[in-house]
């Protein structure tokens, strides 16, 4: 079998070991006689299942214990729901750092819940660049700080995290677990799995447990964090196919040695996409400001429209797939998420060198 | 590879040759070189996918042009909030009708959002039946009738259609494609996939397009259904792998043919347990009354709770799972969804007479 080489923004390649991981056991899990997803989600293997994605990524991550691992479904964007429903307080309002189309959906959503604002936007600058820790205004009315870690349609990415005296909030759907993080520093974490994390269908929230006295009553018991922490992500029927993949995924991002060697191998195939463009004299034109370069996500135009339509024409007809750029933006993305080898990078690399010199 | 003796209520049995064509395909998707799951949400591919498991619960069900299938996430348990959210009107209530555990939370949570009311329930009798349809009364302030079609935990089922002048909102999730409905005796139809249709991770809905008028723009985007509709339940990713999973399951229930031929199944499937409990002069005793029975959950006890202990103790060493009554209830259920083989059924009602001639 010949895998693509799959730079799809998301959902996006997974690693190959756990696709036959799950093949092995596919009609026959451990003896069950049982596809995973035909167990009651009260039964034995399937709960071990369950805690084992927790507790791997609590280990990958280093959570702190006055933390909560929930298992959501809905994506990011019932997130930009639920946040606000959850952690808004009276008289105080959500603040948002525009970096890109995502976390202005975050924020439009948020003003349809309570009071929120944007405290800085790249907008102008066509979200070239992340706005320096430095210069945020966090005010005295903010019930919490919205980021968008990594910004997938730009290709820009926060590379220090604010410190701010509100809690944190982050929208790490295109770059959990692309490079160790400090949790602590963090009030909820949310995430999509569809990039770094499995499939998708499962949302992962992190949150920090004091927070959630925050929730009130009066909230849908669905979108009540309190709900999902209060019985482990088995209110009712969690998404146990993408739970299991999800597993699997943290079971192989563990075994290569976790966040830091993640994050090594992450550089070295960003840097082979970011040096052909920086050495390309002009002829790739990156979008992002240098300082603001994200690891996932590598977005470039050519010289003009008529190269970039060409250059993914003859991309595809190699078997390249998925380096269209978003199509509000258009031009190339190439999407290197953890489960995307260093070899169909650096068959990339030397694709573009190659396109380059003709 | 021996397929277990699978009665789980929910996530639970599928058919095995959907299984193994969904390993056929794991590794490399129609020459791909992915799995579904490492598509993009918007290649050709998957749309395809997409659109074939629309249209075939539409081909499946007969749906009329004016009603939208939706394809969301977050299970029954979150449209038991949405469904208030998105159809309930000024000055007129959400009317339930109380089966059992599931539309009582679906009535807890529309009561959150607005004003809704039971006007019927058979509680009383623990749940042993469903109200006569000509008992009920809708009243003139009512915006709509919600049902729980089927109730697994009581083994209870509706056989006969309430004919109101509000829109009837239907929780299908436990009985759905196990028999021919007239669709356009209904407003909304909401399922979780877990039961007869797939894993879990994908909730269908059907909804009369007139009715997604009702929705506010005040809605969060991600619980109106509007936006789902407008965007073919693409707005953001699904779950892609539940719904490849649904396809192939929906292409399994036409190649039998279609509701007509569960029906068929499922009756002599059910006739079979339930012979066994009529048969056993009181051994065995079903706990909802004869005309109220379903085809999907057939419950019951034995004489005394020892008995029905070492009934279920030896039925699982015989290898029969999910045959526990739910946690609320206790006793027994065999739970016998569409993808249940009748040779396993015939199994344990062989066992069931063993059992009792002993």
Redesign the interface.
């Known amino acids: 079998?010949?895998?693509?080489y799959?730079f799809?923004?998301?959902?996006?390649?997974?690693p190959e070991s756990v696709?036959?991981k799950?093949?092995q056991e596919?009609?026959?899990y451990k003896g069950?006689?049982?596809?995973v997803?035909?167990?009651?989600?009260?039964?034995k293997p399937y709960e071990e299942i369950h805690q084992q994605a927790q507790n791997l990524l609590r280990k990958l991550l280093q959570i702190p214990d006055n933390y909560e691992v929930l298992f959501l479904?809905?994506?990011?964007?019932?997130q930009?729901?639920m946040v606000p429903m959850n952690l808004m307080e009276e008289g105080k309002k959500g603040q948002y750092v525009l970096t890109g189309a995502w976390s202005e959906?975050a924020l439009?959503?948020a003003k349809?819940?309570g009071h929120a604002e944007a405290i800085a936007t790249g907008k102008d600058n066509q979200y070239r660049e992340i706005p320096s820790v430095s210069s945020l205004k966090t005010l005295e009315d903010g019930a919490y700080l919205h980021i968008t870690s990594n910004n997938t349609i730009f290709g820009t990415q926060w590379h220090e995290t604010p410190k701010v005296s509100i809690p944190l909030v982050a929208d790490m759907s295109s770059d959990i677990l692309c490079r160790p993080i400090d949790v602590a520093s963090y009030g909820l974490i949310y995430a999509?799995a569809?990039k770094n994390l499995g499939?998708?269908?499962?949302t992962v929230v992190i949150v920090r447990k004091d927070l959630l006295e925050r929730s009130k009553d009066?909230?849908?018991?669905?979108?009540d964090y309190r709900t999902h922490a209060k019985n482990d992500s088995l209110?009712?029927?969690?998404?146990?196919?993408?739970i299991y993949?999800l597993k699997l995924v943290l079971e192989w991002a563990d075994s290569l040695g976790g966040t830091a060697a993640l994050e090594k191998i992450n550089k070295e195939k960003a840097a082979l996409l970011y040096n052909v463009i920086d050495d390309s004299d002009g002829f790739y034109k990156g979008h992002a400001e240098a300082s603001s370069r994200s690891l996932m996500n590598v977005t470039f135009t050519l010289k003009n429209q008529e190269l970039t339509e060409a250059f993914l024409a003859e991309a595809k007809e190699r078997?390249f797939?998925?380096l269209n750029g978003h199509?509000s933006v258009g031009g190339c993305r190439a999407s290197i998420y953890n489960a995307v080898p260093l070899e169909h990078v650096e068959v990339l690399a030397q694709f573009m060198k190659e396109f380059k010199s003709r």
């Not at 997803?37 to 039964?43: I, L, P, V």
């Open positions: 079998m010949k895998r693509a799959n799809n923004a998301g959902p996006a390649s997974l696709l036959k799950a093949e596919w009609l026959n069950t006689g049982m596809n997803m035909e167990m009651s989600h009260r039964s479904q809905g994506g990011a964007s019932l930009f729901t959906k439009k959503e349809k819940i999509g569809q499939p998708s269908g499962v009066s909230l849908p018991t669905m979108l209110y009712n029927t969690p998404p146990t196919m993408a993949l078997g797939t998925g199509r």
